[in-house]
């Protein structure tokens, strides 16, 4: 059976609505991560989510495990995209990598991890390796 919805239905909670910025930031994700493909790192995860935060990618460089924020910024008012990473939104990208490690059964204290930034001003990509 098969039931058409007309225009003015009204979307069921399993849809997913994005937002032009959720779509925006989707595509900066996906050229930051063909970026670092093309750098020698290996795709782990994407949009890694818990209760604790979002890790937009997780890739692996050689041993080391690296989780990559991704900002977009379209000027450089306020300091531009890297300086939006604040300290609070670091802690909280730590404690979703602690998370991750976790739930993967790796030992946090001998997993090698670094947490790198993608900051687009504009169209320009800064890679900053070991951000914080």
Known sequence: ???SLSHKAKPSTT???RSATQGQGEKFERRAEQFLLSQGLTLVARNYWCKLGEI???MYSGQTLVFVEV???SRDYFGGAAASV???KQQK???AALCYLQAQGFNESQQPCRFDLIAFEGSELHWLENAF
């Open 86 to 88: 604040t300290l609070g």
């Open 93 to 95: 990208l730590r404690r």
């Open 1 to 3: 059976m098969s039931v």
């Open 71 to 73: 900002r977009y910024r």
């Open 56 to 58: 937009d990618l997780i």
């Open 15 to 17: 849809q997913v609505i």
